[in-house]
């Protein structure tokens, strides 16, 4: 299965297209919005994770290009905040690249970095927000805040 993150900026005529409905419908792409600024009549923009097979994903993100739709990867930094992280390995359950998982004999839940593919599952299962994307130096999301 492929998981990315993408930003998306929506021109200013298309708030009203249900992009994420034919995202699922017609592509079976699950999405999991991390941020959405969109209002009547002006530019939008969204902050998207994408799962689903990769040539799916791909027709897509050219289906949204059909309409204007400008579309990014987000070379996003999942990081972990270990002063929130209690360790309960919710987490390594469903991270799909094995960046979060559990260290024998002593259980403590290891999260590798370079193994991350971005795909952000891990940010809307923690209990206590310990998962993080990081957008850049000055802003970070966590799924307080963010739209299912
Ligand atoms: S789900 Fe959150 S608190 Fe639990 S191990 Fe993972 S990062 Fe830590
Ligand atoms: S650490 Fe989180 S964002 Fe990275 S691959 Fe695993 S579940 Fe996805």
Redesign the pocket.
């Given at each position: 299965m492929y998981t990315r993150i993408y930003i998306l900026r929506f021109p200013k005529d298309t708030s009203e297209q249900p992009f994420i409905y034919q995202l699922v419908k017609q592509y079976d792409i699950e999405s999991n919005i991390l941020k959405a600024d969109i209002l009547p009549h002006r530019e939008g923009m969204m902050i998207l994770g994408l799962k689903g097979s990769k040539s799916n994903v791909k027709a897509g993100l050219e289906y949204l290009q059909g309409f204007g739709v400008r579309v990014e990867r987000l070379a996003a930094g999942i990081r972990?905040d270990d002063e929130?992280?209690?360790?309960?390995?919710?987490?390594?359950g469903i991270c799909p690249s094995g960046a979060?998982a559990l260290h024998r004999p002593d259980m403590a839940?290891i999260?590798d970095p370079d193994k991350c593919t971005g795909c952000s599952q891990?940010v809307t299962?923690?209990?206590?927000r310990?998962?993080e994307v990081s957008l850049g130096q000055n802003w970070a999301l966590t799924d307080g805040g963010m739209s299912a």
């Open positions: 972990r929130k992280c209690f360790q309960c390995g919710a987490c390594t979060l839940v999260f891990c299962i923690c209990p206590v310990a998962m």
